[in-house]
């Protein structure tokens, strides 16, 4: 086993340079905590995706993010409004020119 102490030096430019999308908790039920991290501020998009590829929500729509760590909540309903039935579902983020996606599971 090994353990490194940190030493309060900067992160890598690559490091500071990733996109990340990620829920918690995960699972979750009802309601879920969306964490963007963005290395540059601009205009994202965040969509929740079914197992099948298929739109369910449209989060965020090219609304102006700053850079660094934002969040959001996502209450597992769908455009509509309509509660989603337990499952997989990908959170889509469009930012930058980069596409990626994370995943949270709802169950009930």
């Given at each position: ?6 030493t ?18 995960n ?7 969306i ?20 739109l ?5 729509d ?11 909540s ?31 599971v709802?169950?009930?």
């Amino acid at each position: 086993m090994q353990c490194q102490t940190p030493t309060g030096a900067p992160l890598p430019p690559q490091a500071k340079a990733d996109y990340r999308v990620q829920a918690f908790p995960n699972p979750f039920n009802p309601a879920t905590e969306i964490r963007l991290s963005l290395p540059a501020a601009g205009p994202i998009s965040l969509r929740v995706v079914d197992i099948a590829g298929r739109l369910q929500r449209v989060l965020v729509d090219g609304t102006r993010y700053p850079a660094g760590e934002s969040r959001l909540s996502w209450d597992g309903r769908d455009g509509s409004g309509r509660q989603l039935p337990s499952g997989r579902y990908f959170l889509v983020l469009e930012a930058g020119g980069q596409r990626l996606a994370g995943s949270a599971v709802l169950l009930k």
